[in-house]
């Protein structure tokens, strides 16, 4: 009991000892502890990043696409027969599937 008395009285506080507690449990063991979110908000955080580079890859892409589509006439009826398989009235169109070879 000797040991006891040595300890000073703010550390024998249970509302002390109930707050560190708490604080221990939040920052270590929960399930949204800091540590632990700090990372998974960086891997996001760097997954969303990639994906904005991407979605602004993409949009470049389209906007050159369109700025072609509007000044070249034979490219945009090219587009219109490839993408929405349109064609002229006369004519007949025939979409043709490529099989795949099957392994044995």
Do not use: C
């Not at 707050?19 to 997954?47: C, M, N, P, Y």
């Not at 994906?51 to 072609?68: F, N």
């Amino acid at each position: 009991m000797k040991l006891l008395t040595h300890i000073p009285a703010w550390l024998k506080n249970k509302y002390f000892l109930t707050t560190v507690g708490f604080v221990v449990w939040i920052l270590f063991f929960d399930a949204r502890d800091f540590i632990t979110s700090h990372f998974r908000e960086r891997a996001e955080l760097q997954k969303l990043e990639e994906s904005k580079h991407y979605y602004e890859h993409q949009i470049a892409v389209t906007r050159q696409e369109l700025d072609q589509l509007k000044t070249n006439p034979a490219l945009l009826e090219k587009y219109a027969r490839e993408k929405y398989l349109m064609k002229r009235d006369n004519e007949d169109l025939f979409l043709i599937k490529e099989s795949t070879p099957t392994k044995h």
